[in-house]
């Protein structure tokens, strides 16, 4: 997929975003219990949402949160949810989409980005170490702690 480009979440793609399919047993790690508890106090101002279209297609979506003043440090700079769509899944979506968020992070002055995971058989965990995250904590709720260090 080496065509790939970062598009705004808007009107046009959001059903698009909302409807990627998954691969079986993937659903029950979409959101972790930690996001789940804590959504109520993001601040839909500080929401970073974009979608990876590949030519015109939706083939993921990433939302992402900066924050620097929130009370939790793995909110401030953060990969809220992300998505790819199951037939794109391994062929470098989800890389892009977490490296766009990145350089986001980097250009707004943050070191570091972190993401949240329920750990378990089949869970995103493998694919964030791939990326480059290293676990550096868990929540209350028993999520992992992912951060990926930014180079300057």
């Known amino acids: 997929m080496a065509d790939l480009r970062l598009e705004e979440l808007n009107a046009t793609n959001i059903v698009a975003a909302n409807t990627l399919s ?3 047993g993937q659903e029950q790690f979409i959101a972790p219990v930690t996001y789940a508890a804590e959504s109520s106090v993001v601040n839909p101002a500080t929401a970073w949402q974009r979608v990876a279209l590949n030519d015109d297609r939706v083939v993921g979506f990433i ?3 900066f924050d620097p003043e929130n009370e939790h440090e793995e909110f401030r700079a953060c990969i809220w949810r992300i998505n790819v769509d199951a037939e794109a899944q ?3 979506v989800g890389r892009f989409l977490a490296h766009a968020l990145a350089e986001e992070a980097k250009r707004r002055g943050f070191d570091r980005i972190t993401v949240l995971w329920e750990p378990g058989e089949g869970g995103p965990g493998e694919f964030f170490h791939r990326i480059g995250f290293r676990d550096v904590g868990e ?3 028993g999520d992992v ?3 990926l260090e930014l180079a300057g």
């Open 145 to 147: 702690i992912g951060a």
């Open 139 to 141: 929540t209350q709720y």
């Open 22 to 24: 998954l691969k079986p």
């Open 63 to 65: 939302h992402g949160n």
């Open 90 to 92: 391994g062929k470098g």
